[in-house]
């Protein structure tokens, strides 16, 4: 993923979304409660709490009434979490036969899944069909004949590349076929015989200004409009992921966030009978997830304290290195220990891997825990056994 670092709205819009509707990254359970799981289950150990996971599901539904969420695996295929979304009867977006098992294997029927990798191998393609995924998105020629060859029979959206300004991840600058050629491509589509249903996009990831949407709905309506004009019959219209959770730096509220892209949709859409679905990944998992792990060592070096955790960035904390997240580090009864500044170090053997360099902690001692909340997305989904050192286990609370 492509950091969208240098754009200016970026602060603006972390400006703009602070306070009253900001939500701050909070653990899912006590110390004494993480004592006793890491007693039983050992540490690390990533904790799903599936009330909050149920909780985040409703408010997003709830903000965004008339859209049906297609929960993005890429973002944490962890059973415990895709089993209770299941649940609640949430649709699904599977990208790869790795993530249609673990869907699968969660209870989730191919007809509640949407593939949406807009560039994937014949085998990815042939079996999710095979297995019953009847809906898959393309942006580009090359896949349109892919599809044709092995799948023709498909339900497709056609990926707008669009620009996403305020998101900290921008993945148009990788997929989404260029606005202005999408008519063309949609002609190829029809010459192929293809059956192209609607159209998706993506504003970005961790994105921190629902306005982004509304101006990308209405690109997206003009196009929509010349499409129909020249003939194509479109349903569908998907929303994409984006939707931003809290780490270091609050988020705006699920509430706030939604209304405004509601409105829009309402606005630029309303007049339309057509489905509405979104992808979100971060937005609904990320603070179902708290990690406990535990300091294993400490030294002094460079006139600073230095702790050593059993988790690093080639495990859980993976999300600072591919998803430039800055995880918030909690400590037992913090506010009464005096804090110092500190490095932060994970257990392998690379001077890379370093959790944090900026926060401040008071004195720990070998053997305490520390809680990290928001670990649910882009975290254990890229985690590596590197160096021989074991990934953290999950289990589920209510
Ligand atoms: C990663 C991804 C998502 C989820 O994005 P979030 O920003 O985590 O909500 C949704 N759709 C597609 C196609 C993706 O690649």
Not at 54 to 78: C, F, H, Q, R, S
Not at 256 to 276: K, M, Q, S, W, Y
Not at 282 to 304: D, F, N, P, Y
Not at 324 to 348: I, K, M, Q, W, Y
Request: with cysteine; glycine share 8%; proline share 7%.
């Amino acid at each position: 993923m492509v950091p969208n670092w240098r754009h200016p709205s970026r602060m603006i819009a972390s400006t703009i979304l602070r306070a009253p509707n900001a939500r701050t990254a909070q653990p899912n359970l006590s110390f004494d409660l993480a004592k006793e799981l890491a007693e039983k289950h050992g540490t690390p150990l990533l904790v799903v709490s599936r009330s909050k996971a149920i909780e985040t599901y409703w408010a997003m539904k709830n903000a965004l009434p008339g859209v049906d969420l297609y929960y993005a695996a890429k973002a944490n295929p962890d059973l415990h979490f895709l089993s209770t979304l299941n649940g609640e009867n949430a649709f699904i977006d599977v990208c790869s036969p790795g993530e249609l098992k673990a869907a699968l294997a969660a209870g989730f029927t191919p007809d509640r899944m949407l593939h949406t990798h807009p560039c994937k191998t014949d085998a990815n393609l042939w079996e999710c069909y095979e297995a019953g995924v009847n809906w898959f998105v393309f942006d580009n020629p090359i896949e349109a004949e892919k599809i044709r060859r092995l799948t023709p029979d498909v339900n497709l959206l056609l990926r707008l590349a669009t620009t996403g300004a305020s998101s900290r991840i921008n993945l148009s600058a990788k997929f989404g076929c260029p606005m202005h050629e999408a008519l063309e491509l949609l002609a190829t589509a029809k010459a192929k015989g293809l059956k192209v249903r609607g159209f998706s996009f993506h504003v970005g990831s961790q994105c921190l200004n629902p306005q982004d949407y509304v101006e990308v709905l209405r690109s997206v309506r003009e196009v929509w409009d010349e499409a129909t004009k020249a003939g194509h019959h479109l349903e569908v219209l998907d929303i994409g992921g984006g939707f931003p959770a809290p780490y270091r730096e609050d988020a705006p509220s699920i509430e706030a966030f939604g209304e405004v892209i509601t409105n829009g949709l309402r606005e630029i859409f309303g007049d339309l009978p057509i489905r509405l679905i979104a992808e979100p990944g971060r937005g609904l998992c990320t603070e179902s997830v708290t990690l406990i792990t535990r300091v294993i060592g400490k030294s002094r070096r460079w006139e600073l304290p230095w702790f050593f955790l059993d988790d690093g960035i080639y495990g859980s904390f993976s999300g600072k290195i591919f998803d430039h997240t800055d995880f918030p580090l909690l400590v037992e009864n913090d506010g009464s220990r005096e804090t110092v500044p500190c490095v932060v170090a994970g257990p392998t053997c690379d001077s890379t891997d370093i959790v944090s360099r900026d926060q401040w902690l008071p004195d720990l001692e070998v053997g305490e825990l520390v809680l990290v909340p928001s670990m649910g997305a882009y975290a254990a989904a890229s985690a590596s056994p590197f160096n021989g050192l074991p990934m953290a286990n999950s289990v589920a609370i209510d």
